[in-house]
Structures are given as structure tokens and as C-alpha cells.
């Protein structure tokens, strides 16, 4: 009697935590839905892409600054990058280089000045359709706690044969082979007892996968954050060039990995570009900045 007493004394305590519980995470889920039905600030247009593998990127007197700051960090950046160039851009950290890619890609708009894709200000396109055509990587791109090959295709179908391809193609064929369920293997150990940690290299690689599956006409690496080191950086743009073959790409770095195969550099210093051309020719720039990063740096690349 006693025993059922207390069972159903705290039964009953169960039951008021239970619903004190729900009432709390009510309140959660309200601010949620509140959030969600913001309508979007971003103005998109319904413009579509003319189908074509070649796409001209230009930014005119771009100037930005950072929602609730008032430093410039991009100063009228003016640029044409034309349909199938390969466009290195370096610069010291914090010259505006991610910035000037966070705008390409709509993650902010400009708070002056246009950005162009095909003479076409890039508002004017639907946004899905706009997105689609540019493959990014970002310095801080995030693989997901599931296998390689979902990390690779996402929600979609793909048969194993052509991840493999893609996966040997970015220098992780052997590893993929050397893993007791390969491409199923999971990343990270998060949810899965025998999920993998991958290296920094390659988890980058990994993304540089990902990148390359979406084949969108532009492609964008950002600069990988691990601690790669000069060399291991240098490979990773090298091998990737050779993947990129005739599209529109954009290489970033602080170092100069990618200045050697890419058609020209600019150069961003203090959110602007301070130079713009050929190796060859900004190399001999009296008093220029690449001239005196290649020359602090020319140890990697000479
Ligand atoms: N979300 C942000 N809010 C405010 N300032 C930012 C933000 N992101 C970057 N910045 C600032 O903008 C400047 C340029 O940053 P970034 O474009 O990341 O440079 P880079 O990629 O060349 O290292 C830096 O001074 C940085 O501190
Ligand atoms: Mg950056």
C-alpha cells in the first residue's frame, strides 16, 4: 500500500515536471516561429541565368561595412574578372579578401556600388538559380557528422562509382580504400563509435569534393584555416586547379600559393586592391606590397 503510494506520489511529480517542461520549451519554439516569419531583408529579383558554362564577375566602387560597424572594410573595390580567368587574390589577414566573397555569394549586400554577373547587378536573378552557379569554400566550411559520401552529394542520389572518381580525384582515393566501409564510413565520432577524425588536409579535401560535385561555372576556394602548412597549401590550390579546368575560379590566400598557375592577382590591402596583374608584373613594382610579400615568402616558392 505504502509502495503504491509513494509510485504514485512521484508519478505525479513526473507528470508537473513533464508539463512545466513543455511550457518552458514552448516559449522556445515561440521565439522560433517569431524568428522564422521575419520576412527576408535580402531583395532578390527573378531574373535567370543564361545557361552557359562562362559567366564575367565585376564589382564597381564596391564599398561595405559590417552591419553595426561603421569600418569600411571593403573601399571601392573595382574589378572585372573575366568569363574563365583564374583570379588569385591575396592580401594580409583582415585586407578584406573573405568579404569581398561573402558579397559575391549574397551572404551581405553592398552598401554602395554593384556587383555584376554578366552585366547583370546580381540582385536582379533568383537567388537558387544565382547560388547554383558559384561553388564555394569557405575558410571556415563545416563537414557534417555523416558519411563521406553523404558530406559529398548531400540529399541527393549519386551512385558510389562517381564519389569514388571525385574522391580520387581530390587525393583521397587511398584513404577511402583503406577505410573498412569507405565511402560509408562516418566523419567524426560525434554520433558514430567508429567514425573517423580526419587531418585538416584532409577534411579541406573533403570540402574541395563537395565543391566540385555541385559544377557550378564558378568556383571559389577560400584559404584553408587549419594550420596547413606553406607547401601542403600550394598542393591542395595545385591540385584543384587542374580540377578546375576552364571555369571562372577564384583562389584566396594570404600566402601566395595560388599566384603561380592563376592568370592574375590582386592584391587587397586595407579593403581595396592595391594591385592587380601578372606575377611577372607585380613582382617588379617599386615599393609594392606583392613585391615585398614575395620576397618575405620567396623561401616556399621559388
Ligand atoms: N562579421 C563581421 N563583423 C564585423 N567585422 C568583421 C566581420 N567579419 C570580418 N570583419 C572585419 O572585416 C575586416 C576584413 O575581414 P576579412 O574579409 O575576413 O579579411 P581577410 O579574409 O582578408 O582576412 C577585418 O577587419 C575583420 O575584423
Ligand atoms: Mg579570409
Known sequence: MLTAGSTFYSSMQNMVWGFQDIIKKSNYSYEYVKFMNYPAAMVVGDRKLKKSDKHTIEFKNVCFSYPSSNVRVLDNVYITISAGEHLSVVGLNGAGKTTFIKLLCRLYDVDSGDILLDGINIKKFEYDEYMNTIAVVFQDFKLLSFSAKKNIVLD??????????????????????????????????????????????EQQKLAIARALYKNS??????????ALDPIAEYEIYRQFETLVGGKTAIYISHRLSSCKFCDRIAVFSEGTIKELGTHDELVIMPNGVYAEMFEAQAQYYK
Open 156 to 201: 541527393k542520389d549519386e551512385k558510389d562509382e562517381n564519389v569514388n572518381k571525385l574522391l580520387e580525384l581530390v587525393g583521397l582515393g587511398e584513404k577511402m580504400k583503406s577505410l573498412p566501409k569507405g565511402i560509408d564510413t562516418p566523419i567524426f565520432k560525434q554520433f558514430e563509435k567508429e567514425g573517423i577524425e580526419m587531418s585538416g588536409g
Open 217 to 226: 561555372p564558378i568556383v571559389i576556394l577560400d584559404e584553408p584555416t587549419a
